[in-house]
């Protein structure tokens, strides 16, 4: 759902204050919050690695001849492929602790 522009939200993930712009996304948070521009820009940026991560775990499991063609394929193809693995569950995502 796109939101007006110009529209005062305070970020959901940073706190700081910030106004809507041209084409804003509603983030699915509460009332009055949204998420910011550079926390939108971290937050895929963070997305695009973690799915590099799991296009490579893929790649490794493909046979030879397939692993190449895997490898040819843009970059958001692959991201695409792994998130899709994701969601049909032949591919998992684990969250280890580390350190104390
Ligand atoms: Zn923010």
Redesign the pocket.
């Known amino acids: 759902m796109e939101v007006r522009s110009g529209l005062l939200l305070k ?6 204050s ?1 106004r809507t712009w041209e084409g804003y996304i509603n983030q699915d948070q509460d009332d009055g919050y949204g ?6 820009a971290g937050i895929m940026e963070k997305y695009n690695t973690d799915m590099d991560v799991a296009a490579m775990v893929i790649e490794q499991s493909l046979k030879p001849e397939n692993q190449a063609k895997f490898r040819a394929m843009e970059p958001d193809d692959r991201r695409q492929i792994a998130a899709q693995a994701i969601l049909d569950g032949t591919l998992k995502m684990t969250f280890v602790k580390v350190g104390p």
């Open positions: 970020c959901g993930c940073c706190g700081e910030f998420i910011c521009e550079p926390c939108q």
